[in-house]
């Protein structure tokens, strides 16, 4: 849950400062070297972080002594901090680890955005001053789930007038300029109020466009130089705060205009790379080199990349042909407010709860969760259609009485895997299958599935069902597997209903999936006549399961199924509600 990364890569400990000072009104200049300053943590880290660093008239610097005094300061005054690693945090807090350092740090839940707070490095002896740049907060948990801080990204406009900051370093600084009236008289090309400034005089690189005939009292300025076009108000040596580089990028405070036309206009608006797009007319959001949404006219669409997911919109109406029961069209397009996804593998989900929520994957749908509950309007009744119930694994059938097995389960089975057991039990025995060939099974089902019908493998594996059937066709899941199988033994039924898949065990049986081993040589009517539970057991598990390695735990799961079924009787037949007591069915 807590994640801490150092970066080195700005850090400097040793300063080897120098200057470019003007040496004449020709343009002509001198650079001096001034002496090393050290920051006071270079004893501190393995490597001396060394680096020249410029500095300029406008900072004082007019000869030697003064370029010391000034780069004296660096540390301290000019770039504190520069001497140490840029840290950013990032605090996942539920998942937080039980450490003492990881307790120190779950008392940033209650820091605030921009929050300025120190981190100790151990291993170094230095504090790193760091600030928090981000807040996940769960509003309906009351609780901050996220919390990252670190050293606030500097604004991609910032980072481009630094530069040009940088560059201005260049430019000659001192007030010796007015010598140059003569020259810059002869420079005026008729600009109102205004002159031009070629500079230096000797090699220019640089026009000025000045408000004014001389340096001293020109406020407004534009800079033009091979690597862009530069704007300032505090005269001509800036800063140029607003610019257009060589390469194309505009930096400027704001832009007024009617229209703006072009075939791509591009911003990044976060510190994670994602990017908003005005494309064509249809605004794009990307993260990185993926997009990820766009709004048209069809609504808001979700992209992964090149792949469309789907939208949200009031076009493209999923259910052209659906009516009421009055034949009417319950949808249409530009009166409804549309989740869709361009097919059953780009699932839908609603949720608010880890686990828990609605999923629609085309014509199957999981709705996942304890309870569920349908009222009409105002205290009045409502009605639930469906052509088919399944409860328990088994299909409910008006009228017969069947709900799940509780219709002929003895009363002393109470949960729902022994109520399983019991239909295990029941069907195998009706089918020839000795008492004791039925608990080795159930032995074997208890391991493999829990004797639980609808039922994936754990671990994400293939196998499904009772028996957790697995396809020999590679990449098959287990549940297509058994409806195949289904369909090649002819039998009708839901494929989840434990039922129907009994009637599979049995046909499989004599089907091809039960195979005599050299250590269980029974044939299938041996094995069903079989009298020893731990032979029955370990046979079913060789000869039909045909796992890796043996499991003689499975014996002592079916001896307990034998002690606990082979006397009890199937309950009176009496009426019982079809559907699980943890379900309510109204009727008017």
Do not use: C
Not at 542 to 565: C, D, G, K, S
């Amino acid at each position: 849950g807590l994640t801490i990364k150092f970066d080195w890569q700005s850090i400097v400990t040793k300063v080897l400062p120098f200057a470019e000072l003007q040496s004449g009104a020709d343009g002509t200049s001198q650079r001096i070297y001034g002496n090393a300053v050290k920051s006071e943590y270079i004893t501190k880290y393995p490597d001396v972080y060394a680096q020249y660093v410029q500095f300029t008239e406008d900072q004082g610097v007019k000869d030697l002594s003064s370029l010391n005094k000034v780069a004296g300061k660096y540390f301290t005054t000019l770039y504190p901090g520069s001497d140490k690693p840029k840290v950013s945090i990032e605090l996942e807090i539920e998942e937080l680890t039980d450490s003492e350092e990881a307790k120190e740090f779950a008392k940033m839940r209650n820091y605030n955005l921009f929050d300025t707070f120190t981190v100790y490095h151990k291993f170094y002896d230095i504090d790193i001053q760091t600030k928090v740049t981000g807040i996940v907060y769960d509003a309906l948990a009351e609780k901050t789930i996220k919390i990252t801080a670190g050293d606030i990204q500097v604004a991609f406009y910032k980072q481009q007038s630094q530069d040009f900051q940088e560059a201005i370093k260049t430019l000659t600084k001192k007030d010796y300029m007015s010598n140059f009236i003569d020259y810059i008289t002869d420079l005026i090309n008729g600009v109102k109020g205004g002159s031009i400034l070629q500079y230096p005089k000797n090699r220019p690189h640089t026009l000025y466009f000045m408000d004014t005939d001389s340096t001293d009292t020109a406020k407004n300025v534009i800079a033009i130089n091979n690597q862009g076009i530069g704007f300032s108000t505090t005269g001509w040596k800036g800063p140029f705060r607003n610019a257009w580089t060589i390469d194309g990028i505009l930096n400027a405070d704001f832009i007024r205009a009617g229209k703006i036309r072009s075939d791509i206009f591009e911003t990044s608006f976060n510190a994670y790379g994602d990017i908003l797009r005005l494309v064509n007319g249809a605004l794009q959001a990307w993260n990185g080199k993926t997009k990820i949404m766009e709004l048209t006219k069809q609504g808001l669409e979700f992209w992964n990349g090149n792949s469309h997911i789907g939208s949200i919109g009031t076009k493209g109406n999923p259910f052209p042909d659906l009516r009421d029961v009055n034949g009417n069209l319950v949808v249409s397009d530009g009166n409804s407010l549309l989740l869709v996804a361009d097919n059953p593998q780009k699932i839908i989900g609603l949720s608010n709860q880890s686990g828990a929520g609605h999923l629609i994957t085309g014509l199957t749908q999981f709705f996942v969760g304890n309870n569920f509950n349908f009222f009409g309007p105002k205290g009045s009744k409502s009605t639930i259609t469906v052509d088919r119930l399944i409860v328990g694994g088994k299909e409910v059938i008006p009228g017969d009485g069947s709900g799940g097995n509780d219709g002929d389960v003895p009363p002393e089975l109470t949960t729902e895997k022994e109520k399983n057991a019991w239909a295990v039990w029941q069907f195998l025995k009706s089918k020839g299958y000795s008492e004791q060939a039925t608990a080795g099974i159930l032995g074997n089902m208890d391991q493999e599935s829990g004797i639980m019908p609808d039922i994936d493998e754990g671990g994400g594996g293939p196998g499904y069902g009772l028996v957790q059937w697995t396809s020999p066709i590679a990449g098959e899941s287990g549940r297509a597997y058994v409806q195949r199988l289904l369909g090649q033994a002819g039998i009708s039924g839901d494929y989840r209903n434990i039922t129907t898949q009994l009637k599979l065990l049995d046909w499989h049986m004599h089907n091809g999936q039960y195979i005599p081993s050299a250590a269980y040589p029974y044939s299938v009517a041996q094995f069903k006549a079989l009298t020893d539970i731990g032979t029955a057991t370990m046979a079913f598990e060789a000869n039909f399961e045909r796992p890796a390695v043996t499991h003689p735990e499975r014996i002592p799961m079916a001896q307990y199924w034998y002690n606990l079924l082979k006397d009890l009787k199937p309950s009176k037949p009496i009426w019982m509600n079809p559907v699980r007591s943890t379900y309510t069915i109204t009727q008017e």
